[in-house]
């Protein structure tokens, strides 16, 4: 079956370099993208693409909504739906008074595969197509969490935690355990429909030495796969982590020492970074993940953005919900509140390069710009439909809207899954179907 979905349409070809940037992006106000068997066969203007469609298409209209690529989250945790909002005052005792017990249950299969089914409705609810997650400790959220993936066709990232101190008994595997369970991810997921497995051991302070060389070596012996991690979070949990590897110059060093920086490894947080690391994120290709309703929900700090992009020495970064220390799925909230770090810290951070971040940044950021992240023909027919106008509130801000960038922030500030009409996943609409 060949599709042709009519939209206005706005896709990236690079950052921007200001507001007025219009080179950075591609924009239709009368657009076109010709989808079959998951892929974006064509996209332009709907003239241009109308003539090159087969005759007996199947037309869908979206006007007046926009489509843009489907949204991609760089950063959560899918065991941590039942976390969300729970009171702490920071981040250690967030993680060991709710974080840690609740993990625990995904030992049981049944309640992975319940948390995981809930997790993709949430992300085509919101309209994310593609999502980096944390599995837990054990094997059985690791199944549940990429055969959830497999049903339902999506691109999605995530690794198997390797945890083995400082945790809950039922949290902890061994460097062994850490190692084979891994590996047995690996085998039987990666590559199988749109899954990628990542090397995940969660951070510093939960990995032994051991486990870390155990994570280097999956590392060398894998090593086009993603790593995922955390760094510099909050200033307890830095201080805990160097008094664990009393070697290393600094937090970055301990990942260093085990070679798990590089252009796939994937760091969570990354707010207090010295320069020194910030050099070293850099020359390594490393990427910082920004979490920025987690940061300030866990008071964790303001993530520097726009300071890290343009040093002489740039650390590349994207951004993510980081779901469950984060409080929202959307990917326009977690925008909004990157906004308001920025404004906080005398930046600005206009409606182009977050829309930028969501899509082709984050997608460059996972090294899988040629696949999603853009409406280019080719690549993976992952869209979504906003809606500018999509409560009553947005719908009177929207009567006096006059420009593009407008539009982009209002569904930034105002916009949440209501604003999703539609989610594609690899051409299939997805959203409409979801219970309620
Ligand atoms: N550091 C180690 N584990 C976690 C986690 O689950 N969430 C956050 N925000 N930070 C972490
Ligand atoms: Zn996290």
């Known amino acids: 079956m060949t599709t042709l979905i009519r939209a206005r349409t706005l896709s990236f070809l690079r950052a921007p370099l200001a507001m007025d940037d219009?080179?950075?992006?591609?924009?239709?106000?009368?657009?076109?993208?010709?989808?079959?068997?998951?892929?974006?066969?064509?996209?332009?203007?709907?003239?241009?693409?109308?003539?090159?469609?087969?005759?007996?298409?199947?037309?869908?209209?979206?006007?007046?909504?926009?489509?843009?690529?489907?949204?991609?989250?760089?950063?959560?945790?899918?065991?941590?739906?039942?976390?969300?909002?729970?009171?702490?005052?920071?981040?250690?005792?967030?993680?060991?008074?709710?974080?840690?017990?609740?993990?625990?249950?995904?030992?049981?299969?049944?309640?992975?595969?319940?948390?995981?089914?809930?997790?993709?409705?949430?992300?085509?609810?919101?309209?994310?197509?593609t999502a980096v997650a944390y599995c837990s400790v054990h094997k059985t959220s690791a199944d549940a969490y990429f055969g959830e993936a497999l049903k339902r066709n999506m691109r999605m990232v995530g690794g198997k935690v390797m945890m083995d101190r400082n945790a809950p008994q039922g949290l902890l595997d061994t460097p062994e355990m850490g190692y084979d369970e891994t590996r047995a991810v690996i085998e039987e997921w990666h590559g199988k429909g749109r899954n990628h497995v990542a090397i995940t051991p969660r951070f510093a302070i939960t990995s032994t030495p051991e486990q870390m060389s155990a994570a280097q070596t999956l590392a060398r012996e894998f090593p086009d796969l993603h790593i995922q991690t955390h760094l510099s979070?909050?200033?307890?949990?830095?201080?805990?982590?160097?008094?664990?590897?009393?070697?290393?110059?600094?937090?970055?060093?301990?990942?260093?020492?085990?070679?798990?920086?590089?252009?796939?490894?994937?760091?969570?947080?990354?707010?207090?970074?010295?320069?020194?690391?910030?050099?070293?994120?850099?020359?390594?290709?490393?990427?910082?993940?920004?979490?920025?309703?987690?940061?300030?929900?866990?008071?964790?700090?303001?993530?520097?953005?726009?300071?890290?992009?343009?040093?002489?020495?740039?650390?590349?970064?994207?951004?993510?919900?980081?779901?469950?220390?984060?409080?929202?799925?959307?990917?326009?909230k977690t925008m909004d509140e990157a906004y308001k770090i920025q404004q906080l810290l005398g930046e600005r951070l206009n409606p182009f390069d977050s829309y930028y971040h969501m899509t082709l940044g984050n997608a460059e950021a996972l090294s899988l710009s040629d696949r999603i992240g853009t409406l280019d023909a080719g690549t993976d027919a992952d869209l979504i439909v906003l809606n500018m106008a999509a409560t009553p509130a947005m719908a009177v801000k929207a009567e006096v809207v006059n420009s593009l960038a407008e539009e982009l922030f209002l569904l930034q500030t105002l916009g949440d899954d209501r604003a999703i009409v539609e989610t594609y996943v690899a051409g299939i609409a997805s959203k409409g179907s979801l219970q309620s």
């Not at 005759?55 to 065991?79: C, K, N, Q, S, Y």
């Not at 017990?101 to 595969?113: D, G, L, M, W």
């Not at 937090?251 to 994937?266: C, F, R, V």
Request: aromatic letters at 10%; charged letters at 20%.
């Open 233 to 332: 979070e909050n200033r307890d949990e830095i201080d805990f982590t160097c008094s664990l590897f009393p070697e290393a110059d600094d937090y970055t060093d301990i990942y260093a020492s085990y070679s798990l920086l590089g252009p796939k490894s994937l760091f969570g947080h990354c707010i207090h970074l010295s320069e020194r690391e910030r050099d070293v994120m850099s020359e390594t290709g490393s990427i910082a993940v920004h979490c920025p309703t987690s940061n300030l929900f866990l008071g964790s700090g303001l993530f520097p953005l726009k300071e890290l992009m343009r040093r002489e020495k740039p650390v590349r970064v994207s951004v993510a919900t980081d779901v469950g220390g984060g409080t929202s799925y959307s990917m326009l």
């Open 22 to 129: 219009s080179g950075a992006y591609r924009y239709e106000s009368d657009g076109a993208l010709l989808v079959a068997d998951g892929i974006i066969l064509a996209s332009g203007s709907y003239s241009t693409v109308r003539e090159h469609a087969p005759a007996d298409v199947i037309e869908i209209d979206h006007r007046p909504h926009l489509v843009v690529p489907g949204f991609i989250d760089t950063h959560a945790h899918f065991p941590q739906m039942q976390v969300i909002g729970s009171y702490a005052a920071n981040l250690l005792e967030w993680l060991n008074t709710y974080t840690f017990p609740e993990e625990c249950r995904f030992v049981e299969s049944a309640h992975a595969q319940r948390i995981a089914g809930f997790f993709y409705d949430e992300m085509i609810r919101h309209g994310t197509t």
